[in-house]
């Protein structure tokens, strides 16, 4: 049977048992009335928002479906429409894996918060269900895109296998654009609402996290599930099908004569053998005798990576006959470790940078934040070691094959390293549900013990928040090259009479590397200036309610969630637009003003510098919040201490880094990067007439 | 005559120039004998600890002669001997040029608040000419040692004009050194004093900026010397060094056969121009009517562009014969207004930036730091426009002219720019100054209106020390490229059958320039750490004498000013290894193990990545820096509001920013960049063998 046709089996396997998920997390109880209530609040204010935001997405999306269809040349097979239609089906695809998974984490943090009351272990139990359902529906339907395009294209309008995955970059740039929106709305959304409850709730008024007389409280809640679940899903679900799409479309290029269709089906084989992994991987997810949350999880991960790693050995003898690529793919997953162990040492409490920040802390905020800050900028320097040791050894073993071809070695290692994104995902998004629980648990005034028992779950998912954003940047960054690659190898396809070289020392490359890397900054800038400004109205907003309502502090008047609920949905929609528009027209200005080999140069500058500003801000961030956490414990004086205020400050500031602007330069990177792939033919035939 | 003869002689014009200010300055009077006492103590901290300083950089320089005369491949002029002779001269100068500056500061401080009891324009005067020693002796001593090597290569030692320039990099790679150096080390002394004396002094006793009972006010003094005057003077040495020497090394390797000696001397005749026009330019610092102090600075550099571009239009004509080599030096000049332009929009407390800053201030120390850091962010972009269209124009200028030749366009674009760096750093060192002599008048008791005359001056030599380094930054940048082209045609030279390219796309560049852009983030991490541990050692010293000697409050008994000097002594010389090991063994590392090639993609990522964390980090703390000052003067509740302490967070994270990590990019830039030059010999030997 063909290949393709057991990835689209293994893909829609994967939803169906996402669907058996929803149903036994579904089937558990919902907990008392007022549980339901403020469930039911979320529920609303995350479906009224993500609603919202798909809605202007759309309205931008069909503007880009109308330019693709008919801007881009019409190539062999209708390209401009092929392109466009998939754009229009990755973009839905996307957005329905946030959805999915979003309405099931709305539902499953009631009945985390329930469960709790039996223990660590039901509590976990329900929570990564929820998880693992985003989890799923993520790569299910990543892999089911990717596979039923491609067979469509090479079964039903016969078009030469070699030719296939180049029209595939329209999915690919469809899931990009959600992912871009919804990780900037999102990311706005979830930290504006959140720091504004903050400001007014803990710092001012001196009343706890989630306590149900904040007016913001549900705006908070609601922000974890957009900007946590459904951006985050959003973000790996491109990540993902970029980087299958980018290593097929260059083996396409440089393989077909060696291997004919195996080479461009292989990462369609390695992505259905992880599916398949991280199904088992989820039963392994049980807390032993050692009551240890984090290796529970670890126990998953592992389990994953190693049947993984046994059915990537069998498919690369039987599909590539050379052990030097299945060396390639073990490259991949030794990343995913590597960087899962680096994250954890800098952002969990156990060890000495969050120790650090916590001391730094006794000497007040300014020192926190000096601290803070050498911390996120020194987190960069091992992951991009393992990055360059990865991208050394994967080339290497790349070239020692059969194929002599470094650069399939480096993007086979990318699809390795991103095959396990189910199991990732899930012992991510495990993270919000338990979070919201935690909230549900303290306004509907729930025992003590229910509390204790969701708070020790999302100290964990903290970590594991941090590890996951790793993973996606590290990522994003190797995609990015196998990108960059593919962008080369259009380029030379369209104008074959011209060699694109992007020599540093050309004055062209270094315009664009400058520019490419200014991109970052000036796109996490924005965001951060959003997040404040939302912020700025959400204190505005509680402020005003707290003085209008004068019972509400006494509890006799109910605070009006809808409204902050209400501005921070419009300021977030209305401020993603900028950033939005900066990452989709810069890569077409520069393409067009200044030429392919600038825009080349602009890759190049906006992987570096987006990979480390990326890094620091998602690391430093988590390593701040941590600190308060460590503090909390009863460290320097504890809850309260002035150290503690110190360390509040630090993680108001780490936030917007590790919530907004720092995973959105993720989508950043590989929207300008899927958008120099497909206008490359245009520049390219620009040159040769 | 020789135009070599006519530079040295008119950098030693400029000198004694020099000797005429400080005989000026010393002849002023000094004040009371408490003043006197103050201004002693900070003189011998200052002295004591540059001693020590340059006794630790000159152990290591002593290794590297060594290094240099004996590991240096022969070459057809004993070249290794005579690049380590070059490296000991360019170290000696430039700690010259840092000791010559310094010593009048110290001097100059006492003397400025003694003429500030006769009111602004007496006080500008004596704090000017200080400054405008520091700057002459930077230029004159800079372009004397270019100048005379070069003469003495050619003259005496029969070395053929063509190849004397490659020669010349062993004294900009001493200058390279001491300003790494120089700025780590006096840059963790500076602020380590500085904010560990506001932790203790402000924060915590509440008694103001510059008392004398806090027992760190005199290590605070002599930071200011150490770092905002030795060390920037060390670094603006070297940008302007390194970037002549790299014109010329161009100019050598592509144009002796069609211009002769005039393509690489002409760099030196730009270089004279320009010193003589800020001789004349010193003499137009004067306060108008307007009273307005920033108006009287820009007077006296406006004059200097347009008597340095008059003169340049006819150097071009005479030299070059070409028109267009003069509108690159244009370029140049405009970089200079724009850059100035820019940095004073985002760091002055009259435009929005600022005053965002300020105002989310009101909401407490987070939103006051989120907003900080996004403004830092922000700032980088439109100095990064500047620069590319820059490089665009005098690229352009360059191939149109009748040398056909972008990059020496680019050359003599950096040429023009740098050749004003006495200017600037008489705008920029005269701040120090004041704002020492406001500390001597805060100590001594002196009338009010002497420290609102001293303030006064210090507000906009705040605005002016940051547009100095967003200046030294821009220019550095242009420097690098030109030294990493004179990189590629050294490597060229010595290995002609090999064609070196640097494509974006050959992994090797693409690990290299990841390993480059992570320097500045690892670099940078340990300045702050540096900053924060020693600042930690202050904050114990002054806790433990404010506990022992109860009489300091009460002014019954004296502190003891000499522990803090000596601690922030020793720990800034202990704390400056670390990263100047990092930036001198890093591309030696990477060269010799991943080769020239890697190497080159090092210097690219270290360009790129530092260009734009050093704006980010130089802009972002000016700007903090007056948002704290504008809440001062009375907005958004003044002095001791919420607000005002938000910002005093604020100004304390921005102030390693702004005065450690930012400007010591500046260096490491450069270092890394002549190390590789200097080692380009030998790894082109390498790989032919």
Not at 336 to 345: G, K
Not at 519 to 535: N, R, Y
Not at 574 to 584: I, S, T
């Amino acid at each position: 049977m063909n290949v393709t046709v057991i990835a689209m089996g293994i893909s829609i396997l994967a939803l169906l048992y996402a669907v058996v998920l929803i149903v036994q997390v579904m089937r558990r109880p919902t907990g008392n009335e007022k549980m339901v209530s403020i469930a039911k609040a979320i529920q609303e204010g995350a479906m009224a928002y993500l609603n919202r935001q798909f809605m202007t997405v759309a309205v931008f999306s069909v503007i880009v479906f109308l330019l693709l269809a008919f801007a881009l040349p019409k190539g062999n097979y209708n390209n401009g429409v092929l392109i466009a239609v998939g754009f229009i089906v990755g973009a839905i695809f996307s957005a329905l894996a946030g959805y999915i998974g979003m309405n099931v984490s709305v539902r499953a943090n009631v009945r985390t918060a329930e469960a709790a009351k039996n223990g660590l272990q039901a509590a976990l139990s329900v929570a990564f269900k929820g998880g693992s359902v985003t989890g799923l529906a993520v790569v299910g339907l990543a892999l089911l895109g990717v596979s039923s395009f491609y067979y469509v294209f090479t079964t039903f309008l016969n078009i030469p296998v070699g030719d296939a995955p180049k029209l595939l970059i329209g999915f690919g740039f469809g899931a990009s654009l959600v992912s871009l929106f919804a990780r900037v709305g999102g990311g706005i959304f979830t930290k504006a609402a959140d720091v504004g409850a903050d400001l007014v709730g803990k710092v001012e008024q001196g009343i706890p996290e989630d306590d149900p007389r904040n007016p913001a409280v549900i705006a908070d809640n609601v922000g974890d599930n957009v900007g946590d679940c459904a951006g985050m899903g959003a973000d790996l679900f491109e990540t993902y099908a970029v980087t299958l799409i980018a290593a097929m479309i260059l083996a396409a290029s440089s393989l077909t004569t060696m291997l004919g269709a195996a080479g461009i089906e292989y990462p369609l084989v390695l992505g259905s053998i992880a599916v398949v992994a991280t199904i088992a991987g989820t039963f392994f997810i049980k807390i032993g005798r050692s009551k240890k949350i984090m290796m529970a999880l670890y126990k998953g991960m592992f389990i994953t990576g190693l049947i993984s790693a046994v059915g990537f050995y069998f498919a690369t003898q039987y599909y590539i006959h050379d052990i030097n690529i299945f060396y390639a793919t073990l490259v991949g997953l030794g990343i995913t470790l590597f960087i899962t162990l680096i994250t954890e040492y800098y952002t969990a409490k156990e060890y000495a940078p969050v120790q650090r920040i916590a001391k730094a802390s006794q000497t007040g905020a300014g020192t926190n934040l000096i601290t803070g800050l050498a911390v996120g900028l020194e987190s960069t320097f091992l992951p991009v070691i393992l990055v360059v040791v990865g991208i050394f050894l994967a080339y290497y073993f790349g070239m020692e094959s059969s194929l002599n071809n470094g650069i399939y070695g480096i993007a086979i290692a990318a699809v390795a390293m991103l095959s396990t994104t189910g199991m990732v995902i899930a012992t991510d998004s495990y993270g919000p549900i338990t979070d919201n629980a935690g909230g549900i648990a303290e306004m509907a005034n729930l025992p003590e013990n229910v509390r204790k028992n969701t708070d020790a779950l999302d100290s964990v998912g903290n970590t594991t928040k941090a590890v996951t954003k790793g993973y996606a940047i590290a990522s994003a960054a190797l995609a990015a090259l196998v990108l960059f690659q593919a962008y080369t190898e259009e380029l030379t396809a369209n104008a074959p009479s011209v060699n694109f070289i992007f020599n540093l020392t050309d004055y062209r490359v270094l315009i664009g590397l400058f520019l490419g890397g200014i991109l970052p900054f000036l796109f996490a800038s924005s965001c951060m200036e959003s997040v404040g400004k939302t912020a700025y109205k959400v204190v505005e907003e509680v402020r005003h309610q707290f003085r209008t309502k004068k019972g509400i502090m006494t509890g006799k008047d109910k605070p009006d969630y809808g409204r902050c609920v209400d501005i921070v949905t419009k300021s977030a929609l209305k401020e993603m637009v900028f950033p939005g528009l900066l990452a989709v027209f810069a890569p077409i200005i520069v393409g067009f003003l200044l030429g392919p080999i600038s825009l080349g140069g602009m890759l190049g500058g906006v992987i570096v510098s987006g990979f480390l500003l990326a890094l620091q801000m998602c690391t430093g961030g988590g390593a701040w919040d941590n600190a308060k956490k460590y503090i909390e414990d009863g460290h320097f004086g504890g809850k309260g201490s002035d150290a503690h205020k110190a360390a509040v400050v630090g993680d108001t500031v780490g936030d917007p880094f590790k919530d907004t602007a720092g995973p959105a330069i993720n989508s950043l990177i590989k929207v300008i990067n899927t958008i120099a792939l497909i206008i490359a033919p245009i520049l390219a035939m620009m040159l040769v007439k």
